[in-house]
């Protein structure tokens, strides 16, 4: 019954209640005052989140803020109020009803439920382009920590952003490089409104804005290229596309990194396996192995290089031009079928 947490989540987060309880505990009559809310069913639906540590219901009946409430609010710093608002609108929502469909077809259900992919439903509704631009910036604002914590951009002077969305991971580097200049590259759109998160970060006048589109060609000259959660979204022949693109706009000693989800070998836990069913119903991409990740990149010209892991979800995996390096055996584990195909 996960989804019954997702909604009083996105619910709790669509009418703002941790940003009005901030000043301090309200009850239940007060807060459906302030956000339009039938009294007793608002009740309910805080007694149900405080029951799972979202909110706390004192003595007398009012309800406060916790520690994880406080994610809720919308100025607090790495809030992931946009995410809760993303996931449990209607429009995504409706897509993991048709779960079934994806599983029986091997098609997106977005497609099936909207008639149309995501990124063309995004293209064509402001209102839903709007959401998942500030809802996949609240994933890079939370995941920019752990790329900075894992990998080290020292001597990265000249950084394409390849797909980069609204800019919050270049920006974050940016902001912790002062000497180093950055390119973001999205489609046109999507570029008008990332300027705003880069003059938050105090970055515009070190980051060029470049509208394209990464099918076609990328920017050429950086020493450093970035592909954060861009391939998942995309099958291998897609994917060897942008890859190639990539390939050919480096100079000979660029670096690459490829920033994902890594779908380890076994059957443990994994949030990569889980996130694998989003790119299941929602696009037409996969999250990944090593060994998978491996081989696009061998097919378009590269060597894996490195896997470094970061106390997010996600791992970096380091490639350079095939011709300029011979990896170190040591460094990239082979997966458990390689192994056994050896």
């Known amino acids: ?76 710093p790495r809030s992931l109020r946009d995410l809760a608002l993303l996931y449990g609108d209607a429009w995504v929502w409706d897509v993991y009803g048709r779960t079934l469909h994806s599983v029986v077809t091997g098609l997106p259900a977005f497609d099936r439920v909207h008639g149309r992919t995501l990124f063309e439903h995004l293209q064509r509704d402001a209102e839903a382009a709007s959401a998942f631009d500030r809802g996949m910036t609240a994933y890079s604002e939370q995941e920019a920590l752990a790329i900075l914590g894992a ?28 000497e180093a200049r950055g390119v973001l590259f999205e489609q046109p759109d999507v570029v008008e409104r990332a300027r705003e998160v880069m003059r938050r970060a105090a970055v515009a006048d070190r980051c060029a804005m470049v509208p394209g589109d990464f099918f076609e060609g990328v920017p050429a000259g950086g020493d450093l290229y970035l592909l954060k959660s861009v391939l998942h979204n995309w099958d291998d022949a897609r994917s060897r596309t942008i890859l190639r693109n990539c390939h050919d706009s480096m100079p000979s000693r660029s670096r690459l990194l490829v ?21 299941l119903v929602m696009l037409s991409g996969l999250e990944r192995t090593t060994g998978e990740y491996r081989r696009l990149l061998e097919d378009t010209g590269f060597e894996l290089r490195r896997v470094i892991p970061t106390q997010a979800p996600l791992s970096i995996l380091e490639a350079v031009p095939a011709r300029l390096h011979h990896p170190d055996p040591s460094s990239i584990l082979p997966t458990a079928s390689e192994r056994r195909s050896t």
């Open 259 to 279: 920033i994902e989800r890594v779908v380890p070998e076994g059957g443990g836990a994994s949030d990569a396996k889980l996130f694998d069913i989003n790119m």
């Open 151 to 178: 990998y080290d951009f020292t001597d990265a002077v000249h950084l394409i952003d390849v797909g980069g969305g609204q800019g919050a991971l270049l920006a974050a580097i940016l902001a912790a490089r002062p």
């Open 1 to 76: 019954m996960g989804f019954r947490t997702t909604q009083l989540i996105h619910v709790a987060a669509k009418l703002g209640i941790a940003d009005v309880l901030k000043d301090g505990p309200q009850d239940a009559s007060a807060l459906a005052r302030a956000v339009g809310a039938h009294p007793r069913a608002l009740y309910r639906l805080l007694r149900a989140l405080a029951s799972l540590g979202i909110f706390a219901e004192t003595t007398d009946g009012r309800f406060q803020v916790t520690p994880l409430a406080q994610t809720l609010q919308s100025d607090t």
